[in-house]
């Protein structure tokens, strides 16, 4: 059972917009940044999203990231179906001194 | 470009060692914290341990406390993972990654090494 929590799965159509929620608590979430990862079938995960909602270069404006108070949520407009992936939320938990990850949300396009 | 390199995963019995490294370039190694975060087959991260920059501080995750080892050497640009008293549990892909601002912010993974545990 992961310390922050998420669907395990989500779909859409291309063109579609869809939402990933990710909860956690006031120990991690709740004080700290949240960051997304897409991992690729068979591929290291990607930083897709920092510090809730910033986006490293190289990333579609697609994608964003939003927070709101002990969870936070990654938004995919315009879905396409290279966006197939896994998508995980993490953050740093100030009582377990220690990074803490989403389960994941396996995302299908339909 | 930054890149991390793992090596040293294979085969190992219950109860064995086994010491995995990661190789950088590209960047400035002593300027970050560095993490190791692992993935068992066909489940979700979990984040292992980090470093800070000059070895000083040092977390884990509960399950590996008092089993895992992390390291750095940073005239060698390398990181390691001394994993002892190893468990079926602790099969998983180990992937190095640089660990931007010590905060789950993790901008550069390697390809992973493949560590299985098994009798």
């Known amino acids: ?110 | 470009e930054v890149q991390l390199v793992e090596s040293g995963g294979g085969l190992v019995q219950p109860g064995g060692s086994l010491r995995l490294s990661c190789a950088a370039s590209g960047f400035t190694f002593s300027s970050y914290w560095m993490s190791w975060v692992r993935q068992a087959p066909g489940k979700g991260l979990e984040w292992v341990a980090n470093i800070k920059q000059d070895g000083s501080k040092k977390y884990y995750v509960d399950s590996v406390k008092g089993r895992f080892t992390i390291s750095r050497d940073n005239a060698k640009n390398s990181l390691y993972l001394q994993m002892n008293s190893l468990r079926a549990e602790d099969t998983a892909v180990y992937y190095c990654a640089r660990d931007y601002t010590a905060m789950a912010l993790f901008d550069y993974w390697g390809q992973g090494t493949l560590v299985t545990v098994s009798s």
Do not use: M
């Open chain 1, 1 to 110: 059972q992961s310390v922050l929590t998420q669907p395990p799965s989500a779909s859409g159509t291309p063109g579609q917009r869809v939402t990933i929620s990710c909860s956690g608590s006031s120990s991690n979430i709740g004080s700290n940044t949240v960051n997304w990862y897409q991992q690729l079938p068979g591929s290291a995960p990607k930083l897709l999203i920092y510090s809730n909602n910033q986006r490293p270069s190289g990333v579609p404006d697609r994608f964003s990231g939003s927070k709101s108070g002990t969870s936070a949520s990654l938004a995919i407009s315009g879905l396409q179906s290279e966006d197939e992936a896994d998508y995980y939320c993490a953050a740093w938990d100030d009582s377990l001194n220690g990074v803490v990850f989403g389960g994941g949300t396996k995302l299908t396009v339909l």
